[in-house]
């Protein structure tokens, strides 16, 4: 059976793809802009002239940025942050969300702990004394002081709780009488067919994780412990104090660069291994975000 579409379903079709099209567009534009800059000579991006192509190809930035031990230090403690930190918040995650997906009858006290969540949604302890609690536990300037404040993401959680009421009763019966406690249960039945939601949840946690850069600032003593971005954001804010503090082998090195150039590579840099990961993880995205805010 053939089925005729109505013009003005056709219109709206086109006007979608259109509307879509433009979007995609406006969102790439700024990466190549920021790529080609990277990529064009120091006269040329200093004097504006990069739009959508590099002007005067050159790959200095990059080979500059590649011998920059500060970098890749700094990359190395962001991917450590995004391993650890998506480990520890998918775990608290999942053992927060399947208890609360409980109904009352099965777990009296749902009710409060629930609402004890939700207002840490909307109100916190403060700056101060949320500085003070890291501080007196010990894990300043350490791989903790990033990861631990913000291990449990609320919004994350009530998106599996709800993802997890979706599940039929009847896969948890049958998993009752075949003597399966709650870890098996949660371990065995409700992940496995939680993988939308999962990774709609992951890809949020890595990308905030990585992403993240103003409590680099805060718990880190340290240059060499700051995470990527709090790296960049140092960088691009002291880039210009730096540069007329240099030495000669630096500046030998930095002739054919720019304070731009350098700093566009650097940027684009730590922007490209969430650009490459998001891809593979959209499509999940959709169906995970769908699947658990619907309820009965």
Do not use: C
């Amino acid at each position: 059976m053939v089925y005729k579409q109505s013009l003005s379903r056709k219109l709206f079709v086109v006007f979608n793809v259109l509307l879509l099209t433009l979007i995609t567009v406006l969102g790439i534009i700024p990466f190549v802009h920021l790529l080609s800059v990277s990529l064009s000579s120091n006269t040329a991006a200093m004097a504006g002239e990069v739009k959508l192509w590099p002007v005067g190809f050159s790959w200095d930035a990059y080979v500059y940025l590649g011998e920059k031990v500060e970098f890749f230090r700094s990359l190395w403690v962001s991917v450590k942050r995004v391993a650890l930190g998506s480990v520890v918040n998918m775990l608290l995650v999942f053992i927060t969300a399947y208890p609360l997906s409980k109904s009352q009858d099965q777990f009296a006290w749902r009710t409060p702990y629930v609402w004890f969540f939700a207002v840490t949604m909307f109100f916190g302890g403060g700056l101060i004394p949320t500085y003070i609690i890291v501080k007196n536990t010990g894990i300043m300037d350490s791989i903790w002081a990033l990861i631990l404040p913000g291990a449990l993401n609320v919004w994350n959680m009530i998106l599996m709780l709800n993802f997890f009421r979706t599940i039929p009763k009847e896969m948890e019966e049958a998993a009752t009488i075949d003597g399966a406690g709650h870890w098996k249960m949660l371990w065995q039945i409700y992940l496995p067919v939680s993988l939308p939601s999962i990774a709609t949840i992951g890809l949020f946690t890595i990308v905030g994780h990585w992403n993240a850069w103003f409590d680099g600032i805060l718990y880190m003593n340290s240059p060499e412990n700051y995470p990527l971005q709090t790296y960049l954001s140092t960088l691009i804010t002291a880039m210009s104090s730096q540069m007329t503090a240099v030495s000669a082998e630096q500046l030998k090195a930095m002739e054919n660069l720019s304070e731009k150039t350098l700093r566009t590579a650097q940027i684009f840099m730590g922007a490209l291994p969430i650009m490459v990961v998001y891809p593979f993880a959209q499509k999940y995205f959709v169906k995970g975000m769908t699947v658990g805010s619907v309820k009965e």
